[in-house]
Structures are given as C-alpha cells and as structure tokens.
C-alpha cells in the first residue's frame, strides 16, 4: 500500500479492490486538485450557494476540511435522497439579512 494515499477509508477501498497505488494516488491528487479549486472560488467575497447529496458531503468534507465551515443553510428530501443547500459566509449573511428584514 502506497503511504502517500492520505484516507484510510481510500487507502482500504484501493487494497480491497486492488487498484494499482500510482493510478489510486493519481485519481486522488487530482480530485484534491479539482475540489480545493471549487472551494477556492466558493469561498469567493460573492453569496454563493450549492447543493449537494449528503452522503457526498461527508466525503467532501476530509478531501477538504475547509468546508466544515460552510454553514448548511436547508436540508430536505429530494425523492428518496437527503439533500443539503450550503452557503458561504457571504450567502449565510445575505440569507439572514433577508430573513430579519420585513418583506
């Protein structure tokens, strides 16, 4: 097993299913790459909102911790799936603020 995989739960699924380390490293760097470039302009001055499946979340969250951060303004039910709607610190407050503002 390669010790650059930085997950344990990634690291196992990689040995269960045996995945060559250098293709499972490659994957994971470049997903890394992809979500921490997403953070980088979610995290942007601009409200900004998304949705995401909450099973995704939770493997969202170790590949970039970061977004623990990110305040989880709804969660519903879309069909069968729990789905949450994620703000950043811009859209959590543009969000109260129209909450405590009259209509």
Do not use: C
């Not at 196992?12 to 980088?40: I, K, N, P, S, Y």
């Not at 601009?46 to 303004?73: C, D, G, N, S, T």
């Amino acid at each position: 097993m390669n010790s650059k995989l930085s997950s344990a739960p990634f690291m196992m699924a990689v040995a269960e299913r045996g995945v060559d380390d250098a293709l499972a490293a490659e994957f994971e760097a470049t997903l890394r790459q992809a979500v921490d470039e997403f953070a980088a302009r979610f995290e942007g001055p601009a409200p900004a909102f998304l949705f995401v499946e909450e099973e995704q979340w939770r493997w969202l969250l170790p590949i970039h911790p970061a977004m623990a951060h990110y305040k989880i303004v709804r969660r519903g039910a879309v069909g069968s799936r729990s789905v949450l709607l994620v703000a950043n610190e811009s859209g959590a407050a543009e969000l109260a603020a129209q909450e405590k503002s009259p209509a």
